[in-house]
């Protein structure tokens, strides 16, 4: 691809960034709506306060809705790395995709090429790339298990999962580990596991394993 062709399609759900924060990550969502058009009304609907700065349709058609230096309100409650008010800090983009199916080639191609324009216009490296779900465990599980996020860590607009396994295997370890990868929402340890599996492993289940540990290196700011 080229070259990345937008639809200006413009919200009125956004406002300024509050405290002069520029964006410093880029959180990936998925629709979970039957069609494109239908989130694209939906993130436009006034009454229902919610958009994105991106949606990204299946066959790769990338409308606008939110300038880049404007706050969408797509993030809500949650924080990563310890800092709230993700939506000042973040430039959102929405997936068509309904979260139990795979993301077709044309879309994940227009996302790397969007993700690669954003990540070189605002100074945001790999480690600053997130799911919704990495910092809203437990309430929000997109970009989901279907997602290939091991495709954009081999092209560096992600983090890989990486990191030392532990000698000694505990919660009070993990949570430690998990934290400073940038999970830090004061979640259950279920919960905080499950959402690191999500990102890193979504094939893995049952106990708390040494592969958990690998959680890739976060950053922000």
Known sequence: MS????????SPNCGPRRDGLTPQLIVLHYTAMQSAAAAIERLCDPQVEVSAHYVIATNGQVT??????????????GEWLGQGDINSRSI????????????????MAALEHLMDRLMQKW???PEGVIGHSDMAPGRKGDPGPHF???RLARRNLAVCAQGETPKEVTEASFRTCAQAAGFTADVPFETLLNATRLRFAPWRSGPLHPLDYRLGRHSMG
């Open 3 to 10: 070259d990345l062709e937008f639809v200006w399609h413009p």
């Open 64 to 77: 606008q809705l939110v300038a880049d230096d404007q706050r969408a309100w797509h993030a809500g409650a």
């Open 92 to 107: 959102g983009i929405e997936l068509d995709n309904a979260g139990n199916h795979p993301f077709p080639e044309p879309q």
């Open 123 to 125: 100074g945001i490296g």
């Open 148 to 150: 290939d996020w091991a």
